[in-house]
T-cell receptor, first 111, second 114 residues
Framework: GNSVTQMEGPVTLSEEAFLTINCTYT??????LFWYVQYPGEGLQLLLK?????DKGSNKGFEATYRKETTSFHLEKGSVQVSDSAVYFC??????????FGTGTRLKVLA | DGGITQSPKYLFRKEGQNVTLSCEQN?????MYWYRQDPGQGLRLIYY???????QKGDIAEGYSVSREKKESFPLTVTSAQKNPTAFYLC?????????????FGPGTRLLVL
């Protein structure tokens, strides 16, 4: 069946460091891929998305490229800020109204 | 502003009691979802609804019930049969159309057992 695997956290970085959070997936066909962010005590917010191979989603300095050959959708940011501290979820949608979420990766950015 | 509202923010349940979590959206979305989130874990699907008067069980439906009488509303009832209900509950809706299906989430309800 479909699945999403994320790197385990927490990931702890200093401000202005480079961020990578790995995400790989297993799915039939051509799923849509998403990154969501969750701040403490809140719901999930869409961060970025991609619908087909080689698409790059980007938002607020974050980027992720849909790599079908490696079944990956890694999240990157060139310079993190303290305000980026949150939990990040990778997710896929492959049809039939159901989404598959990864277990989430907690990011802590230290000033 | 369009969005999804959930109420209450915190809910306390006594043993043997049924409680209902509210979810309302004004985004004109067809599909709505309920997820459960436990500490340090991902989201698990409880129920989803593609259209009014229709809903489907997700991966962990036991001990929960839903209704979808209006497009805007998708309330979740946590019944006394749910033995471990303490969790953060998230409601979501998705945009019409096949290509993308972005999900939009409400702020969540935290359920605690007294």
């Amino acid at each position: 069946g479909n699945s999403v695997t994320q790197m385990e956290g927490p990931v702890t970085l200093s401000e202005e460091a480079f961020l990578t959070i790995n995400c790989t997936y297993t799915a039939t066909g051509y799923p849509s891929l998403f990154w969501y962010v969750q701040y403490p005590g809140e719901g999930l917010q869409l961060l970025l998305k991609a619908t087909k191979a080689d698409d790059k989603g980007s938002n607020k300095g974050f980027e992720a490229t849909y790599r079908k050959e490696t079944t990956s959708f890694h999240l990157e940011k060139g310079s993190v800020q303290v305000s980026d501290s949150a939990v990040y979820f990778c997710a896929l949608y492959s049809g039939t109204y159901k989404y598959i979420f990864g277990t989430g990766t907690r990011l802590k950015v230290l000033a | 502003d369009g969005g999804i509202t959930q109420s209450p923010k915190y809910l306390f349940r006594k043993e043997g009691q049924n409680v209902t979590l509210s979810c309302e959206q004004n985004l004109n979305h067809d599909a709505m979802y309920w997820y459960r989130q436990d500490p340090g874990q991902g989201l698990r699907l409880i129920y989803y609804s593609q259209i009014v008067n229709d809903f489907q069980k997700g991966d962990i439906a036991e001990g929960y019930s839903v209704s979808r009488e209006k497009k805007e509303s998708f309330p979740l009832t946590v019944t006394s049969a749910q033995k471990n209900p303490t969790a953060f509950y998230l409601c979501a809706s998705s945009i019409p159309g096949r290509a993308l299906r972005t999900q939009y989430f409400g702020p969540g309800t935290r359920l605690l057992v007294l």
